[in-house]
């Protein structure tokens, strides 16, 4: 079946440690997404992707980095200057961005929740 | 993209039909109307979308106002299982940013 892989499901990392998610996605979609929520609150778009090997800032970006190296993957790392980032992380991907309004519908994966510890 | 505005909970008898509103009132031509729902600690999962005409699929229908500035998403007969948060978001051609606002938490009582 055609979907969204993200892993780890839980991940502890000490304070000041990088740590990367991953997100691969076997739907063949163009555009891809990060976003962070945190307890009781609505997604925050962190960085999304329109196409390899290119990426912008969403409205959380700082403390984070992506690459878009292979259409399939979009991994995210979250580095030791995002002063808050326990929170549940959650990938998505839609076909494109296209005139086709079903190319906007975005597919999410199961989410990676993060603990600093 | 515009912003849209939900009411922060809603309740609801099992059986009976769910309607959550959503504001747009910014919403431009080109905008279509997208409807997620979030069931505790998963992914969103999507619901339905629509332009200006009312949609119906096996999940839901949503019914778009005229003047396009608001828009209420209808769960027919509502299931214990329909309990979640739901979001409603615009989104145009080639927008690659989409913004989820904090969502209308529907609790489906027996």
């Known amino acids: 079946d055609g979907g969204i892989t993200q892993s780890p499901k839980y991940l502890f990392r000490k304070e000041g440690q990088n740590v990367t998610l991953s997100c691969e996605q076997n739907l063949n979609h163009d555009a891809m997404y990060w976003y962070r929520q945190d307890p009781g609150q609505g997604l925050r778009l962190i960085y999304y992707s329109q196409i390899v090997n290119d990426f912008q800032k969403g409205d959380i970006a700082e403390g984070y980095s992506v690459s878009r190296e292979k259409k399939e993957s979009f991994p995210l790392t979250v580095t030791s200057a995002q002063k808050n980032p326990t929170a549940f992380y959650l990938c998505?991907?839609?076909?494109?961005?296209?005139?086709?309004?079903?190319?906007?519908?975005?597919?999410f994966g199961a989410g990676s929740r993060l603990t600093v510890l | 993209d515009a912003k849209t505005t939900q009411p922060t909970s809603m309740d609801c008898a099992e059986g009976r039909a769910a309607n959550l509103p959503c504001n747009h009132s910014?919403?431009?031509?080109?905008?279509?109307v997208y409807w997620y729902r979030q069931i505790h600690s998963q992914g969103p999962q999507y619901i339905i979308h629509?332009?200006?005409n009312n949609e119906t699929n096996e999940m839901a229908s949503l019914i778009i106002t005229e003047d396009r500035k608001s828009s209420t998403l209808i769960l027919p007969h509502a299931t214990l299982r329909d309990t979640a948060v739901y979001y409603c978001i615009v989104r145009g051609f080639n927008a690659g940013k989409s913004t989820f606002g904090d969502g209308t938490t529907l609790t489906v009582k027996p």
């Open positions: 998505a991907s839609s076909p494109g961005t296209g005139f086709d309004s079903g190319a906007n519908v975005l597919t």
């Open positions: 910014t919403i431009s031509g080109n905008e279509y």
């Open positions: 629509g332009l200006k």
